[in-house]
């Protein structure tokens, strides 16, 4: 498919911190479920949802009062679920830095922090933070409106209406190779809400 000049339509990316509808986006509260394991053995349930949201410190403190308090005061603990982490899954004894550095990050930037994370694991949380600031290009409807913006954002569309008529009927625009172009570079992920979140790996 070539596209002829037109005008700009406008910027069709989704921005969960800034630019989404109400409908679309809602600020993850992702919290997770800790049981003091040793009343857990016992066939006593003493558990908490935690906001998963704040310092490791915080996160420690909070699950220490829910130890001093259950009813054999063991130091074990584990986290038997979790909830707003929009399916990354933690580890039943994951580190307390890692819940909070993955919890700010879906906070911040929503499902394409868990997506990415599923995808690239959490081995490494300073490659996911830096993939974000970097690398993220944004949620799209398609690879055919992320195309449609790369060309708009490069103002070809400007430079055809201000070629020599005689040569402009002869520019086009092969949107159709750039598409198939974007899908061999990108890293496209597919969101719950039918969205494609779209990274560069080469930024």
């Keep these: 498919m070539e596209r002829e ?6 910027d069709r990316q989704q921005q969960p911190e800034q630019d989404a ?3 679309r986006w809602r600020a993850p509260q992702p919290r997770i479920y ?8 016992q066939g006593v349930l003493h558990d908490a949802w935690i906001n998963a949201h704040q310092a490791p410190e915080e996160l420690w403190l909070e699950i220490q009062h829910l130890l001093h308090h259950g009813p054999s005061r063991g130091d074990e603990w584990a986290i038997l679920d979790q909830e707003d982490f929009f399916g990354l899954q933690l580890d039943e004894h ?7 550095r993955v919890a700010a990050g879906v906070v911040r930037y929503g499902e394409a922090l868990a997506l990415l994370g599923k995808f690239a694991g959490l081995d490494d949380l300073s ?12 949620a799209w409807e398609s690879l055919d409106a992320l195309a449609e913006h790369v060309i708009d954002d490069m103002g070809i569309d400007a430079y055809i209406e201000t070629a020599p008529e005689s040569y402009r009927r002869y520019l086009r625009i092969d949107v159709d190779e750039l598409v198939r172009d974007l899908r061999m570079r990108m890293t496209v992920l597919e969101g719950s809400d039918g969205l494609l979140y779209i990274f560069d790996p080469n930024q």
Excluded: H, K, N
């Design 21 to 23: 509808s109400p409908e």
């Design 94 to 100: 994951e580190d307390l830095s890692t819940v909070s």
């Design 34 to 41: 800790v049981v003091s394991v040793a009343d857990y053995d």
């Design 127 to 138: 490659f996911l933070e830096t993939a974000m600031r970097t690398s993220y290009l944004g």
């Design 5 to 10: 000049s037109q005008q700009p339509e406008g």
